[in-house]
């Protein structure tokens, strides 16, 4: 817990030697994986982020935000499969989320399955009327699903 204190106030570096030492006496404590996986996101190391991101959906994280990372890391560095996989998973729990099924859609587009993109992030629209977000992602969707855009390698909500 006070590794979390120590990420939460930026004192990355003392939050990286506590949650290190965490998993030296417990391997297994997926909480430390996932706030290492924050850090390296961080110091600009997306990729060993992720890797320790998956080690602690592994371990049995289950935290909604622990899912919510690994579709974000995913969809920047171009892991569509992996980006749809973990964005289904926010969905499924909690299903009428504009922003999640809004992740989900952009996932789906990367996965190069834009018809269904187009009914979630329509669903998103429905559950969110009034988040300008939803909205912009439904375009994004339509501009992909009409060819007037390409589908991006990778992107960074």
Same mark, same amino acid.
């Given at each position: 817990? #006070?590794?979390?204190?120590?990420?939460?106030?930026?004192?990355?570096?003392?939050?990286?030697?506590?949650?290190? @030492?965490?998993? #030296?006496?417990?391997?297994?404590?997926?909480?430390?994986?996932? %706030?290492? %996986?924050?850090?390296?996101?961080?110091?600009? #190391?997306?990729?060993?982020?992720?890797?320790?991101?998956?080690?602690?959906?592994?371990?049995? %994280?289950?935290?909604?935000?622990?899912?919510?990372?690994?579709?974000?890391?995913?969809?920047?560095?171009?892991?569509?499969?992996? =980006?749809?996989?973990?964005?289904?998973?926010?969905?499924?729990?909690?299903? #009428?989320?504009?922003?999640?099924?809004?992740?989900?859609?952009? =996932?789906?587009?990367?996965? @190069?399955?834009?018809?269904?993109?187009?009914?979630?992030?329509?669903?998103?629209? @429905?559950?969110?009327?009034?988040?300008?977000?939803?909205?912009?992602?439904?375009?994004?969707?339509?501009?992909?699903?009409?060819?007037?855009?390409?589908?991006?390698?990778?992107?960074?909500?």
């Amino acid at each position: 817990e #006070q590794s979390l204190g120590f990420l939460a106030k930026r004192h990355f570096k003392s939050a990286t030697d506590h949650f290190e @030492k965490a998993i #030296q006496l417990n391997e297994s404590g997926w909480e430390s994986w996932w %706030g290492l %996986g924050k850090l390296d996101r961080v110091n600009r #190391q997306l990729a060993n982020g992720f890797e320790k991101l998956e080690k602690a959906a592994d371990l049995d %994280g289950d935290a909604l935000e622990l899912y919510l990372d690994l579709a974000n890391y995913a969809l920047e560095l171009g892991e569509s499969v992996k =980006a749809d996989q973990y964005a289904r998973v926010l969905v499924e729990q909690s299903p #009428q989320d504009p922003e999640l099924l809004s992740l989900y859609a952009v =996932a789906l587009v990367m996965n @190069k399955q834009t018809k269904r993109a187009l009914g979630v992030a329509t669903n998103a629209c @429905k559950f969110g009327p009034k988040n300008s977000r939803t909205w912009e992602i439904l375009e994004f969707v339509k501009r992909i699903d009409k060819g007037q855009e390409p589908v991006p390698e990778s992107i960074r909500l």
